[in-house]
């Protein structure tokens, strides 16, 4: 019904920067909200950063807040997230999720639609 497709992961030096894309298909993508998440092995999955329908609110973890941030397109379908000043702890699989609503959501309870994961790897 709804597909999502990440692009973008790597790896990247401490300080350096990334840019997650996300394209969405299967539904009209400016209804809902979008999110990021992130996973590191052994570790529950993280809310990264949040975007409503339009584009107009976002939200951020406090540990990326000034260092990522979250913008969509609707009119191409997409979702981005651009990581600056990467830090070792930034390494996880990064997951983009299509929210239910149109509003921001925290908690991956709230997300139907996931794309398959990146891997972004920070070395020191």
């Known amino acids: 019904q709804v597909q999502l497709v990440e692009s973008g992961g790597g790896l990247v030096q401490a300080g350096g920067s990334l840019r997650l894309s996300c394209a969405a298909s299967?539904?009209?993508?400016?209804?809902?909200?979008m999110g990021w998440f992130r996973q590191a092995p052994g570790k529950e999955r993280e809310f990264v950063a949040g975007?409503?329908?339009?584009?107009?609110?976002?939200s951020y973890t406090a540990s990326v807040k000034g260092r990522f941030t979250i913008s969509r397109d609707n009119a191409k379908n997409t979702v981005l997230l651009q990581m600056m000043s990467l830090k070792p702890e930034d390494t996880a699989v990064y997951y983009c999720?299509?929210?239910?609503?149109?509003?921001?959501?925290?908690?991956?309870?709230?997300?139907?639609?996931w794309g398959q994961g990146t891997q972004v790897t920070v070395s020191s």
């Open positions: 299967g539904r009209t993508f400016s209804s809902y909200a």
């Open positions: 999720a299509g929210a239910r609503g149109s509003f921001i959501e925290s908690t991956s309870y709230f997300y139907d639609y």
């Open positions: 975007i409503s329908w339009s584009g107009g609110s976002t």
